[in-house]
């Protein structure tokens, strides 16, 4: 349920995903199968001489995985993130950014600002998409 509402809007009209520090963003590329069978959306973003994308992937079902186990807490801290979306942590700080906004986009929860994670704002939401 969850993968279908987020590409729903994503990449339209969501296609870019805010840093949450400073002022650069990811760029939506694609969704598809990686290599393991799981569906991920997969982002961009340019490396510091703009002559190089560099490309990497949020793993959906880690994406659940994570709302499921902390949904109850009312708030999702990066080290839950590093927890539940093993492979999606290990692209670096760039997937928890992506998996904010998406969530974000879709109304389930809000980023405090650095530090102070990210909170719940639509447990109902949450739970119906990951069911």
Known sequence: MLVQRLREIIPNPNSTF??????????????????NGEMCLYYCFWNRNRTKKNKKRVVISEVED?????????????????KYCHTSNS???CSFTVTVRMLEYLGIWRYLGRGLGVEIIDDDLAQSLVV
Do not use: V
Request: proline share 3%; hydrophobic share 30%.
């Open 18 to 35: 805010p840093m949450l520090g400073s002022g650069g963003q990811y760029y939506f590329d694609q969704w598809r199968l990686d290599l």
């Open 66 to 82: 994570l709302i499921r186990n902390c949904r109850t807490h009312g708030h999702i801290t990066r080290k839950d993130f590093e």
């Open 91 to 93: 692209a670096g700080h």
